[in-house]
Every structure is written in structure tokens, then in C-alpha cells.
């Protein structure tokens, strides 16, 4: 993630270095640079930066700049090759701190190794196929909440539902965790509110964006150390991650997690693990609502491996063309559309000189629509990733790269598909207008102005 997205304005980065005057830079309006456009559009900007300036760019803002790394080659040094030479920018770090503290979002070097390995064993494949039953659940729950011809809010509804998969998968909550729930759903949202202002006004002043964040990041610090608190009293695995969490070994003899540590972790899930996935699910239903070829064919391969009996985690390698529609949802919508990195050190990249503190960035949502790597790169088509498909692995990061790619992928594929095959045989969402969404690039990039469509009910004879 980059603070940059949302709105900016001068003050939002590093003074322009004398090594990287001579990278060329797209046209802008004096003093302001590139702020206008940026403002306006900042997912279609760099995506016109990238294609007409070249691998490299200096997008200035004011007499600020940052540089964009278009280049998926460049970006795979950077990530896989390189990566011991850059860090996450302080200033995205400085302004995730403030809600999730010092998770894996945030954590550098030797204690984000550390972080690593006590968090992943909590995401093991064995471990997900638990939180499976929860993702099929309450995609049920959602489904029978609709009726056929009502309209509804996409977005709204898949981040209803991905909170509650998340918070019972970390908490074990029921019926009764509707606090948690409303909790979570406030402190994400403050934590977006935040990040679009930029943090530019210092935090002791009584803003309305600094006294709902103060005020969300305590009610949940409230809620995450009580759990916390009756589960280490109880003992034993719960089953959910804040167990896992508890009772996680560090392999190389490291210290277990601190109950400070575990609130950080769990904060940063929820943050990392819950809009992101919805996300990706609003889009899969904007695809799938302009395709119903892609939907009849999608019908079709779950009714001949599911018939009528829900999926679970261990269907998901017998349905390939499901999994399919997943990558191209994440090819062509990314989620986490921006990342920045900083060096640590003066290094080469690209045939430029950059230096510590300047900031580095790059879109996943601009390298999977390079054409050079992705014919028609605007088309939803799935058959991409069909077995045999030869895909340039350093184009393809939905999830990043290298070791700090995200700990949560494997969940994330697995809750996008098992939803899907939830609900795709059962209901139609139409889309309610036939123009192309229009984009706003945020924490993650959504649909500007929501995502409204129509529900129909699919008749058992059609299935």
C-alpha cells in the first residue's frame, strides 16, 4: 500500500533529489505538477504515465516528487531480487501505525521475518480449510437475505459479508459478536477516512478524521485485549486465528507473540484481509454481470462437480475454470492497486541512481494492463490462466511479491472462490446501468459512487 492513494497535495513526499532530474516526467501545470490530474484520476493517470513516458517517471507534485516504477521487470528486483536494499516508505508506515501498530504491514527486516513465521502457520492450508465452512456459511446467510428483484449495494454487501467470514475466522463470533462486527466495520473505515486526508495535520489536533480515529482504534483496542485476555484464561485452540496466534512457536527460537504483538496482527487482518477481498468480489460480480457467457460456463463446471451440495475447500482444485475467473478478477481489478518502497541504501534501478528517502512506487492495477505482457489487457477473460497458459510471472502480483508477499493469499483465493460458488448458481446480479464503472482509487480501488445491481433468483429447473 502507498498513502498516495486518495487525494494529495505538496507535502506528501521527499524534496526532489538531483539524481532523478534527468527522468522524464509527464506534463504538468506550473508549481502544481502533476496534482490536478492525480486528484481527478489518479488509477487512469498513472496508467497514462506509464504508457506514454516509459519504465521510469517522475510525477512531481509541487516541487515534490515520487518516482513510478512501471516496469514489471524493475519491480521484480525491487521485490524479489532486491529486497534486503528497500523499505516500505515512512511515510505509509507512519501513517498505518496509528491503527495497526506494528503488524506485518509495518514491520521491517529481522522482526518482520519473525512476524512471518509465527503468522503463517495460522494460514496453512490444513488451517483454512477450517475457516472454509465459515466463508461457505455465511455466503449462504447473505444469500438468503435477498429477494429476487431487489437491488443492492455491492460493495456494501460483500464488505458486510467478507467482515463477518474474517471476524469469525479470528474470533469465533456469533450472532452475539455484533459489536465486533460493528467495531471492525468503524475502525476500517476510519482507517480509509485517514488515509484519504493524508495525514498532512499533525494527530494531537481535534480534527473530525483524528477524534473518529483516536475513538475506533480504542473501542477496538478494548474488544481485541479482552478476547485476548478470556482466551489465554480458557486455553486450548478455539479453532479461530487469535488461538493460533496465542500458541504460535517461533521455529527458529525467537519469542512468542506479546499480547501487544497479537492485537497488531489481528488489526492488520482485519484491515488487510477484509476490504481487499471485498473488493475483489464487487468486481468479480461488475464481470460477471457484463458476461453471461462467462456465468452459463461457470454454472455449468459447478453443477457438474457440486450438483446441489455446497463447496467446500477440497473442490476447489476440481474446479479450474472457477479458479480462472478468481485470477483474471485479481489480473484485472487488483485490490491492492498501489505499494511504495524506499531505499535503504544508494542503489541503481532502471539505469537511475536513487537514494535513501526517495519514494519508489508501483501499481499492480498498471502492470496487469501492460499490453506488452497482457494482449487486450481491458477484456475480462478468464482463459488466460487456463492450464498451459504461459503468464510472465514478474506482470502477475495481485497479492506482491518476494518475502513480503501477502501472508493472506491463499485465504483470499480460497474465500473469493468458495463465495462465488456460492452464489453464482443461485442468483443473477444484473447490473442496473450498461456504462463502465467509473474508478476510485482509494485503499483499494473500487467502483466510484458504489456498484448497484439487480438480484434474480436462479430456478432450480435452470441449474
Same mark, same amino acid.
Given at each position: ?278 473488493? +475483489? =468480489?464487487?468486481? %468479480? ?7 453471461? *457467457?462467462? #456465468?452459463?460456463?461457470?454454472? /455449468?463446471? @459447478? ?113 473469493? +472462490? =468458495?463465495?462465488? %460458488? ?7 446480479? *444484473?447490473? #442496473?446501468?450498461?456504462?463502465? /464503472?467509473? @474508478? ?24
Amino acid at each position: 500500500m502507498i498513502a498516495a492513494a486518495g487525494r494529495v497535495s505538496p507535502g506528501t513526499s521527499n524534496l526532489v533529489d538531483v539524481t532523478t532530474q534527468t527522468i522524464p516526467s509527464p506534463p504538468g501545470l506550473p508549481l502544481l505538477g502533476n496534482l490536478r490530474e492525480m486528484n481527478r484520476d489518479m488509477p487512469g493517470f498513472l496508467q497514462r504515465t506509464a504508457r506514454t513516458t516509459g519504465p521510469v517517471s517522475r510525477v512531481r507534485m509541487g516541487p515534490l516528487s515520487m518516482l513510478l516504477i512501471a516496469d514489471p521487470l524493475l519491480v521484480h528486483e525491487m521485490l524479489v531480487k532486491r529486497p534486503q536494499e528497500f523499505a516500505k516508505s515512512w511515510r505509509t508506515t507512519r501513517l498505518l501505525q496509528g491503527h495497526v501498530g506494528d503488524g506485518l504491514l509495518t514491520r521491517e527486516g529481522a522482526e518482520n521475518r519473525r512476524h512471518r513465521r509465527l503468522v503463517l502457520p495460522t494460514l496453512h492450508t490444513q488451517r483454512i480449510a477450517r475457516y472454509g465452512e465459515i466463508m461457505v456459511g455465511e455466503s449462504q446467510r447473505l444469500l438468503g437475505s435477498w429477494a429476487d428483484g431487489q437491488r443492492v449495494e455491492v460493495v456494501e454487501e460483500m464488505t458486510q459479508l467478507t467482515l463477518r467470514i474474517v471476524g469469525q475466522s479470528l474470533f469465533t463470533v456469533d450472532d452475539d459478536g455484533d459489536e465486533v462486527f460493528a467495531a471492525v466495520h468503524d475502525f476500517v473505515n476510519s482507517l480509509n477516512a485517514y488515509l484519504l486526508s493524508f495525514g498532512l495535520l499533525p494527530g494531537w489536533l481535534p480534527t473530525r478524521t483524528h477524534r473518529w480515529r483516536k475513538a475506533s482504534v480504542a473501542r477496538m483496542d478494548r474488544i481485541s485485549y479482552e478476547l485476548i485476555r478470556l482466551r489465554r484464561e480458557r486455553g486450548g485452540d478455539g479453532g479461530d486465528l487469535l488461538s493460533m496466534l496465542i500458541g504460535a512457536t517461533d521455529p527458529e527460537g525467537g519469542p512468542a507473540l506479546t499480547d501487544t504483538e497479537i492485537r497488531d496482527e489481528l488489526l492488520t487482518m482485519f484491515f488487510a484481509g477484509h476490504e481487499t477481498s471485498a473488493t +475483489a =468480489l464487487t468486481w %468479480a460480480f461488475y464481470e460477471l454481470g457484463r458476461h453471461p *457467457e462467462i #456465468v452459463a460456463k461457470l454454472r /455449468a463446471e @459447478l453443477a457438474a462437480v457440486l450438483g446441489e451440495r455446497p463447496a467446500t475447500m477440497a473442490d476447489l482444485p476440481h474446479l479450474p475454470y472457477l479458479g480462472q475467473v478468481v485470477k483474471e478478477t485479481l489480473r484485472r481489478w487488483p485490490p491492492g492497486w498501489i505499494f511504495d518502497r524506499t531505499p535503504l541504501v544508494e542503489t541503481q534501478l532502471g539505469g537511475h541512481t536513487v537514494t535513501p528517502g526517495q519514494i519508489l512506487f508501483f501499481s499492480p492495477y498498471v502492470i496487469h494492463t501492460d499490453p506488452a505482457y497482457w494482449p487486450e489487457p481491458e477484456q475480462f477473460r478468464p482463459e488466460r490462466f487456463a492450464p498451459g497458459t504461459e503468464i510472465a510471472r514478474e506482470a502477475y502480483l495481485p497479492f506482491g511479491d518476494g518475502p513480503r508477499i501477502c501472508v493472506g493469499n491463499r485465504f483470499a483465493e480460497a474465500e473469493i +472462490a =468458495l463465495v462465488l %460458488a456460492t452464489l453464482v448458481p443461485r442468483v443473477t446480479l *444484473e447490473p #442496473v446501468s450498461d456504462q463502465p /464503472a467509473q @474508478l476510485s482509487g482509494q485503499a483499494t480501488i473500487r467502483p466510484k459512487g458504489g456498484l448497484r445491481m439487480t438480484v434474480r433468483r436462479v430456478a432450480d429447473t435452470a441449474r
